[in-house]
């Protein structure tokens, strides 16, 4: 939940934090601004009395030294009393009083986000240790999840310990990740636990076995509403974890959910389908076995991640650290696209209050997280016209109706008066790719074609597109008295990110990543079926870094040679999972302090 614009001065509480929290968070954040702030005050107000103490003297005559030894002793003796008492209230505060603070994290900061609520991963009795020789906090040990043991036997995925793929990418194959991730130093503390020694512990055990799992559905690509193949893979190891998948009616794609269903719900969505491509890689042992078939598009990087998130999810729900439900949605046939439908069809939307998305982006170094308010992607939608009339000889088009240069007409005309029709900002634009008519030159046609995609980054915009093209279409078409119509085939809505869910990708980063880890990402006229979710609830896409540090490499999407720096999967594992904890520790639902207001927090 954000805070106000701007950010608390070092000797006050958060506004509102005294009010609007439940007493735990309450005694947290003010415990946290005593630890940080006591020695600065108790100096001032120190200082301020003895600097006082001489006016107020003089207003009553002069003290003999006596005197002034006297108050001298008084207030030594006053002090310490005043030590013994925060002794033992140092003595008595809970730990996780002492562990409540977080480090501020550079635009987030500036924005007023400090975080008011317990964030992920908190469960009294699992707060990493406080209680040092010094009185500093401690971290607990490398690769261990605060107050939790080793995993048991459905933690490891079946007949990996003699899988080749999985055993020839260890975590540390590709050298450190450049994030906050996988860096030094002490945790990231959030609301008395840290998320980011969890997430280690976890990626430890797991992240070589992610990474085989990524090359195997990279090597075994399958189209859209055809991924037979990976949803079993998808499957067979949600089950071996103990989850409960649900497969779509269509035999392709499932959705999984994970934790109590008595607190919100957030939805994750990964896509698994494949596209017609060639895998034109010729150095990676796992390039596509699939002729004419590739994962150019990183959906089977996409797939990894969700998968890695909701293993770890689950690992906290089973330890009790899961405030709410997370669906998993393992959606088929982005690329056709359709696939969205299918899922809120069989439901997977239902009692969802936020959905979020990871995409791959060859444009961002991994390690780093591309976020935006607003649109993100665009609506694509195909448009087909099609052109009559009664033909004839081009020595006499006077006539007849000249059909092909109305169809002229149209495609010059229609462009732009549509662009005429709705606001600029929209961007609504129509681009033809494909303009047929007759067969021979001396003779005019009885009909010809047209065909485009209409692209808008303003939902309200893309509802009224199909109505004005169609308005515009006869008044051309009848000013040179040929028939037109209209074919006008939906595709996808603009993704359209909402300010809330854009702020909990960026509060979640925070704990995971480095400083420099967020940055901007621009507009990209391509179309995204999540867009469909974002029609029904609240959420947000995000970018994810894929490019290697420093690489002169330039890969982009939907090419044969399209690949990722292998990293990525971790980081993308570390943010879909604190996206999910941070928003269900929010209330999950749009409204934000009251939903908070009710959260049990201790």
């Known amino acids: 939940m954000r805070g106000p614009d701007r950010t608390p001065g070092p000797a006050e509480p958060a506004p509102g934090l005294g009010n609007a929290l439940p007493g735990g968070v309450r005694g947290g954040a003010q415990g ?4 940080g702030v006591r020695g600065g005050v108790r100096g001032g107000a120190q200082g301020g009395a003895r600097r006082g103490a001489p006016n ?16 001298r002793k008084d207030e030594r003796a006053r002090e310490a009393g005043k030590g013994r008492e925060a002794r033992k209230d140092r003595e008595n505060r809970p730990d996780d009083i002492e562990t409540i603070r977080r480090r501020p994290f550079g635009s987030a900061v500036a924005q007023g986000a400090q975080m008011t609520h317990p964030g992920p991963g908190v469960m009294p009795g699992l707060e990493p240790p406080t209680a040092g020789p010094e009185g500093r906090d401690r971290p607990p040990g490398p690769g261990r999840a605060p107050g939790a043991g080793r995993p048991d036997d459905r933690d490891a995925a079946p007949g990996t310990a003699g899988d080749p793929t999985a055993a020839a990418v260890p975590p540390s194959a590709a050298g450190p990740v450049p994030s906050g991730a996988a860096g030094a130093g002490a945790p990231v503390v959030l609301g008395g636990a840290a998320l980011q020694p ?3 512990g976890f990626l430890d055990r797991h992240e070589g076995e992610l990474v085989g ?5 990279h090597m075994h690509p399958e189209l859209g509403y055809g991924e037979h193949r990976t949803t079993r893979k998808i499957v067979d190891r949600l089950r071996a974890a103990g989850l409960k998948p649900q497969v779509l009616p269509r035999g392709t794609g499932l959705f999984c959910d994970i934790g109590p269903a008595d607190g919100g719900t957030v939805a994750l969505r990964a896509d698994i389908d494949a596209l017609p491509l060639q895998d034109e890689k010729e150095d990676v042992p796992y390039r596509s076995t699939v002729p004419g078939v590739a994962h150019a598009c990183g959906h089977d990087v996409h797939t990894t991640m969700l998968l890695g998130a909701g293993l770890f999810l689950a690992q906290q729900a089973e330890a009790g650290l899961l405030p709410g439900r997370v669906r998993l949605l393992f959606q088929p046939a982005e690329e056709v696209p359709g696939g969205a439908l299918d899922v809120m069809a069989a439901g997977g939307l239902v009692g969802v209050d936020r959905a979020f998305a990871l995409h791959c982006d060859p444009r961002i170094e991994v390690g780093q997280l591309g976020l935006r308010t607003g649109a993100i992607t665009a609506a694509c939608d195909k448009v087909y016209v099609k052109v009559t009339g009664p033909g004839g000889h081009t020595a006499r088009p006077h006539l007849t109706a000249d059909l092909v240069y109305a169809l002229a007409k149209i495609v010059t005309e229609l462009p732009s008066a549509l662009s005429r029709r709705v606001d600029p900002r929209s961007s609504l634009s129509l681009v033809w790719g494909r303009v047929s008519a007759g067969s021979v030159a001396n003779a005019i046609p009885d009909d010809g074609v047209a065909e485009g995609t209409v692209r808008c980054l303003d939902d309200q915009a893309w509802h009224a597109a199909p109505d004005m093209m169609k308005s515009l279409l006869q008044s051309v078409a009848s000013a040179y008295d040929v028939e ?3 074919e006008y ?3 996808v809505p603009p993704t359209v990110n909402e300010a809330t869910s854009v702020q909990m990708f960026r509060d979640a980063a925070a704990q995971v990543m480095d400083e420099e880890g967020v940055v901007p990402t621009p507009q990209s006229l391509g179309g995204e079926d999540f867009g469909w979710y974002l029609e029904s609830v609240p959420g947000a896409l995000a970018r994810l870094g894929v490019r290697a540090p420093g690489s002169a490499v330039e890969y982009d999407l939907h090419r044969g040679d399209f690949d990722v720096d292998e990293r990525c999967v971790a980081v993308g594992v570390r943010v879909l999972s604190a996206t999910a904890l941070t928003a269900l520790w929010e209330g999950g639902r749009p409204g934000g302090a ?4 009710g959260t049990a927090l201790t």
């Open 32 to 35: 946290g601004v005593r630890g």
């Open 489 to 491: 085939v939906r595709g």
């Open 198 to 200: 969890q997430l280690d």
């Open 213 to 217: 799992f990524r090359r195997d559905l």
């Open 594 to 597: 009251e939903a908070l207001e």
């Open 484 to 486: 037109a119509s209209l």
């Open 56 to 71: 107020a003297d003089a207003g009553i005559g002069e003290h003999t030294d006596k005197d002034r030894d006297g108050s």
